[in-house]
């Protein structure tokens, strides 16, 4: 099995490429971009559809040769809803920055059948989960309701001191309508940007048990098991996450043993 937590990088250009062949899994690919005003990031997948999410700064997007101008608001993640743009597969994007520029460029796989589209901060919903130390803010930029192929996209913040994916749960059986197999990515920023947080990836029979210490720029992979993290004390928690699966829909089953706080 795969590394779980890929440690940040500094410099410029691609700093995170997560493959499924890195992975050891299937479907959910996810690169991180730094870019200076003037350098550019660019691909085209055969096979794989493609996410871009503004994670901060603005940058000039083109795809499949069209234009889509000067993309991008907020110069952090913890400023408001990104701007996202939606690349069929087989179409080649690039994305030039106007200034520093962060991309996460989320992938899975595609046929090329839906447009491409940029996706506004206005066309994003937003909820509040959880009760007391468990509240979480969530976007949700690529969800089931919208269209995409494999791709299921969503950003959220947890305040310090909180806990987040918690109660623990998993989504790693191909069981519908009771649970959906869903690999997942994780890319944690922290505000302010020195803070820690924790992420726990575990099975029922903890034939996978690892317990991570995350910091700003990190990335984890969920390949399987329940996976809660948690905001330290005056550090709030960013992360981006990539889902995909066999089939396009979240269902998660949470632990039973942690259920009880559920209904408190």
Not at 29 to 56: H, M, N, Y
Not at 148 to 164: R, W
Not at 204 to 216: F, N, P, T, Y
Request: with cysteine; charged share 25%; proline share 8%.
């Amino acid at each position: 099995m795969a590394k779980l937590l890929l440690k940040a990088k500094t410099g410029e250009g691609r700093i995170v490429h997560v493959t499924p062949e890195t992975a050891g899994w299937t479907y959910v690919g996810f690169d991180l971009w730094k870019l200076k005003p003037g350098q550019a990031a660019k691909a085209e997948i055969k096979d794989r559809e493609t996410c871009l999410v503004f994670v901060s700064g603005k940058g000039r997007v083109t795809v499949d040769g069209r234009d889509l101008g000067i993309l991008g608001e907020r110069m952090s993640p913890f400023e408001g809803k990104p701007w996202s743009v939606y690349v069929p597969a087989g179409k080649a994007w690039s994305v030039a920055a106007e200034t520093p520029l962060e991309i996460g460029v989320c992938t899975a796989p595609g046929s090329g059948k839906l447009p491409a589209r940029v996706i506004r901060p206005d066309d994003l919903g937003q909820e509040t989960r959880g009760k007391g130390t468990n509240i979480r803010h969530v976007t949700n930029i690529l969800p089931e309701t919208e269209p995409a192929e494999s791709l299921l996209v969503v950003e959220v913040i947890t305040p310090g001191g909180h806990t987040s994916s918690y109660p623990p749960h998993k989504h790693d059986e191909d069981n519908l309508p009771h649970e959906s197999l869903l690999e997942e990515t994780y890319y944690h920023r922290f505000n302010p940007p020195q803070g820690f947080g924790f992420q726990r990836v575990y099975t029922d029979d903890r034939s996978l048990d690892e317990a991570m210490a995350i910091e700003d720029g990190d990335v984890t992979l969920v390949p399987k098991g329940y996976h809660p993290c948690a905001a330290t004390h005056g550090y709030d928690l960013y992360y981006l996450n990539v889902m995909a699966g066999p089939k396009r829909t979240w269902k998660f089953h949470n632990a039973k043993e942690h259920e009880w706080l559920i209904a408190r």
